[in-house]
Each structure stands twice: as C-alpha cells, then as structure tokens.
C-alpha cells in the first residue's frame, strides 16, 4: 500500500518532469528536468529492489552524462535570446508522435508476451551487485554484455578518429 | 511501555541515526573553520585570531567561528538583479544537502545491540557515495551559471570539468579495495580491516597506490587547494559563489568542509579500518569493555598536564601586563577548569571500569528506568540487558571517537596542504588527472587482481596472522 504510494508518487514526478524535457525553452532547464527525471526512475528501481541499477542510474546517467550536457550547454552559453526554436512544429510533432506510438505498440506487444512471475520465484538476493554480476558474467547475457562493451569500445575509438585530425 | 512506541521504535531509531550523522558533520564543521585559522596561523608562524570573546573568555580564537555565524545570519541576502532566480537560489541549497547525504554509508561501529552504527545499508556501498559526489557538481555548475556573470561561469565550468576528470581516478582507485574486500559495502571494507593495523587497506602495495590516487582525487573533488581552480581569487574573483552572500555563501562555504568531512571519513574507512583501533577488534573491546574504562582513566595524568600548562599561562607577559579587573585574567583559570572537569570525568570512567571488574555489574545502565522497558519490547531477558548493552555501548563509543580521530585528521591534512601547496594551473591539472593518475589507476585495479589472487588475506596477515 505505501509502496503503490511512493509508486505513484515517484513515477508522476518522473512523467511531469519528462515531459518538462520537451517543453521547456530554456535549454538548461531542460537538461535539469531530465536529471530530476532520472532521479524519480532510480526511485522507482529502488522500490523494485533493484539497488544497484538505481545507484548505478544517478552515477551514470545524473552524474556523469547529464554533467557532460550541462557542460556543454552553459560552454555554448545558450541564453535568453537564443532559444530552441519551435518553428515547423506541425510536422514534427506528427513524426514524434508516429515515432513514439509504433515504440508504445512494440512496448505494449512485448509486456503482452511477458511470463507472468511469481512474487516466490524471485530469489532472496535479487538485485544485489552479487547477483546481477552473476546474472552478466555467467549467466544468460554474458554474449549480449560483451557484445555492448564491443560497441562502447567501437564508439570511444570513432569518436578519437573524428576528434584527432592527425593520428 | 506503550503498543504505539514500541511500533514506532524502528521508525525512531531510522531518525535517530539520520540526526546522529549530521549532527557528527554539522559538530566537526565550525571546529573546522577555527583549525583552519588557527592552521593557517601556526603555518605562517603568527598568532592567528584571538580577538572577539565572550566576557572576557576568548577560547582561544573558537568565539571568531560564532561572530562568523552571527555575522552570515545578520548580513543581508542579496539578489542581484542580473542572475537566473531560481537556479541561483537553488545551487548552495544542492551543494549542502548533497554534501550532507553523502554521510549515510559511512558505518560508526559494527553493530550496536543488533543495530547497524550507520544510517543506512543501502546495497550500492561506496557506489553510493560516488553517485553523491557527482550531483554534488550540480550545485556548483548551476551557481556559475545561474550568477549570469563571465567570471562565476568560468568557476562553475572548471569545476565541472574538474569534478567529472576526477571522478575516474576516485572510482577506479575505489575498485582496488572493493577487490580486496570483496565487497562495496563500506561495513564489510571496514569489518575486514578489523584487529591489527597491517589489515588495514593501506598496508597492501596495491592499496597504498590506490590509497594515494584517491585522497589526490578527494582534494579534487572537494575543490580544495592545490586544485581550488573553481574559486581561484587571483583570477576568477570568486568564482561561482563570486555573486553569494549571507547564508547563501555560508551553504557554500559549509559544504566544501562537509564535502571535507565526508572525504576523510570515507578514506579513513576505505583505506584506515575506519572504526578500528588497529590493536584489537571490536570482539575484542566487547569482552574486555570494563578493562577499556579502566584504560579511560590513563588519560588522567596528561589531563592533569594540561591543566598545569594552562594554570602557567598566568605568568605569560600578556596576561601581567593586563589591567586588574580584566575579564581575561579569568582565561587560565577557565582552561584550568576545563582540563580537570575532564580529568574528574575520565577518572570516574576508570573507577566505574574497576567496579565492574570487581563486581561484573556496573556496566548494567540497561536497567535504570525506562530504558530497561525499551530492550523488554526488543525481546531481552532482564539479565542479558546488562550484558549486552554495557560492552556494546563501550564498543560504539570508542568506534565513534576513533572514527572522529581519524576523520579530524584527515582534515588536517587537507589544511596542512592548503597551505603549503600552491595552487595547479589549469593545464597542468588535466595533464595531472587524466594523463598520469587515470593510466595509474586502471594499472594499478590490473595489479590489484593479480594481488588479491595471489595473497587472498594479505601480505602481512599471511606472515603475522590476522588477529
């Protein structure tokens, strides 16, 4: 009951906020709308007991990219004058809307498709550092966690040779 | 005891621990602008302050911290007119609480009647600390550029770019003693560098480098000097609090010595056992609880020292020279009294530690008044209470002061470089994080590996053993 509370609570911070991204005009309040936005979604990992991913969502995603976009903003120094235009928005919000109603189909096909989990078979240290390095390193995705960390190694080297005129 | 009291004693003791840690910040803090003047005094070899007082008693330059207080409370807020209102106003008030937050993880003692010493046990450990660190950024970030002023962003932007650069070295210098321990827990780090002192992270080769790499990282991310670029005087004014005044800049100012706090905490514990003695474990202490008290009184003698030393200061030129009826002739004799207050106190630890290995019952505080119904809800049998309690209250004071010991420490050595470092130009202090301490880290974590596969209990502990 005060889970399904904090639940609600969380995840329409998370909405509002997201939501706040898009529609703010100020660039800098959008970046700090995203973080609020990712902050509410590590809330939300908590209350499924997923510790770690929450953790791992403000070090990652609050702390060190949206560092980086702030940055880059306030290095670019957007103000007053100069905000995101919103012209042409017809056809763009009907793209973005097309775009994100086929993502909400295949989200809603594949939440269709889930086995339904009993609240019994979830082992006791679920979500535990311990038991997801299991879970990447023996268990079932250790190829598709490789394979991530190929990509991410094929990103930094790409972004080198765009970076470095002279190798 | 009543039904609604006992129900809500976990949520008590969740508010007690949140209290206890900050007020363990927010105590050490002012004590900590006083060691700062006075540090910096003793290190340019002048007197330091020791002008304001309270009838007549100047503590030694302690009163200066108060009239600061009272100072920041009374000036007035001011908003310029040119700055981002409500980011402006929001950045100190993210730089405290984020400083203050990062506390939680930090254990104070093993356990205490069966209650975790620390705030919370959250399973991401350290990780967690990290992740707090880097919103810490934000509260800086946003006063730059929230002030709308060329030099506050200049000081908002190097240290962001400082803080992220860092963070790297930190964090890989961290995993070192997440593979040694086996764990990001900070209690279980602090448990396996329980006994003796070659436990201790910091007498490994590997932990040592790590040990090095981080505090450098930690002085970084507290944008301390050599690395106070952010707020660089000679060229940035003030940097991104340049716009800041009254309680606003006090937010600021009173979390870079949280932000310092917290650092030496989490050192002490990484890399020095944290609330370990580094002579027995706490297993140890709980058994001999009442021999610890006795040991208490040992202080006794250098108490009585220090009193005497104070009751010398009379013959000092100043105080003769001062005009009969002065208020600060009173001086030597206040210290003098507070030496031997405590002298009487340690002394009356003793005499309680001598009882209770006379009797084996003076450490049964558990049964005096109310309490004694407080540890009936929790299941305890009137004869354990005493047994329990006593040398677990033992245990978790001397844990906390050696905690406290160390954590001050730390943050000596912070004012001990500020004021013998000068401070890094800006290349120099890229150069410095991501060319020669990131390289050093990531080889040192692959050393850490090969260490902990080849000596699993550590160098020292596999020749001397590990109690």
Known sequence: MFEAVLFYLFSLVAIVSGVGVVTMRNPIASALSLVVCFFFLAADYVLLDAHFVAVIQILVYAGAIMVLFVFVIMLLNLRHGDHLSFEDIGRRSVVGMGTAGLLAIGLFTALGQLPEILPAAIPADYGTIAYIGRALFEGPYLLPFEAVSALLTVAVVGAVVLAKKEI | ?467
């Open chain 2, 1 to 467: 005891m009543s039904e609604l009291f006992v129900a809500s004693l976990p949520y008590l003791i969740a508010l007690g621990r949140c209290i206890f840690a900050v007020v363990f910040v927010m105590q050490i803090l002012p004590m900590l602008i006083w060691a700062e003047r006075k540090g910096a005094a003793y290190i340019q070899d002048r007197p330091g302050p020791n002008r304001a007082h309270v009838l007549g008693i100047r503590a030694a330059g302690l009163v200066h911290t108060l009239n600061d207080v009272v100072k920041l409370i009374m000036k007035e807020d001011i908003i310029p007119g040119h700055v981002e209102k409500r980011y402006w106003a929001a950045a100190p008030v993210i730089a405290m609480s984020v400083a203050l937050c990062t506390f939680i993880v930090v254990p104070f003692g093993d356990n205490f009647m069966g209650y975790d010493l620390k705030v919370s046990d959250i399973d991401g450990g350290l990780l967690f600390v990290l992740a707090a660190t880097g919103m810490g950024v934000y509260g800086v970030m946003l006063a730059g550029w929230a002030s709308n002023n060329k030099f506050s962003l200049m000081g908002g932007l190097r240290a962001s770019a400082q803080m992220v650069s860092y963070e790297l070295s930190m964090g890989l210098s961290a995993v070192v003693v997440f593979l040694i321990a086996g764990s990001v827990s900070l209690s279980t780090i602090a448990e396996m560098q329980a006994g003796v002192a070659w436990n201790w992270t910091v007498f490994t080769p590997v932990g040592f480098i790590a040990f090095v790499l981080f505090w450098t990282a930690a002085f970084a991310e507290t944008n301390r000097t050599p690395f106070d670029l952010p707020e660089g005087e000679a060229e940035l004014v003030g940097g991104y609090h340049t716009e800041y005044s009254s309680l606003r800049f006090a937010l600021f100012f009173m979390a870079e010595y949280a932000n310092m706090i917290v650092a030496s905490a989490v050192t002490a514990t990484l890399f020095f056992g944290g609330y370990n003695t580094g002579i027995v474990t706490p297993a140890w202490l709980r058994e001999h609880a009442d021999w610890v008290l006795v040991a208490a009184a040992g202080a006794v003698p250098v108490l009585l020292w220090f009193a005497f030393e104070a009751h010398k200061r009379k013959q000092r030129p100043f105080y003769q020279a001062l005009p009969a009826g002065d208020a600060r002739l009173k001086e030597p004799m206040v210290f003098v009294g507070i030496w031997l207050g405590a002298a009487v106190a340690h002394l009356g630890i003793g005499v309680a530690g001598l009882m209770g290995l006379a009797s084996k019952l003076s450490l049964d505080f558990a049964t005096f008044g109310m309490m004694s119904g407080v540890f009936e809800s929790l299941g305890m049998s009137a004869e354990t209470q005493g047994t329990v309690f006593g040398p677990d209250l033992v245990t978790a004071i001397v844990g906390i002061t050696v905690l406290a010991v160390k954590v001050l420490f730390g943050c000596w050595f912070f004012i001990w470089v500020r004021w013998t470092v000068p401070r890094f130009r800006y290349d120099q202090l890229m150069d410095l994080g991501w060319k020669r301490m990131l390289p050093l880290a990531i080889g040192n974590v692959m050393l850490a590996a090969v260490w902990v596969a080849v000596f699993p209990t550590g160098l020292l502990s596999t020749f001397f053993g590990s109690k």
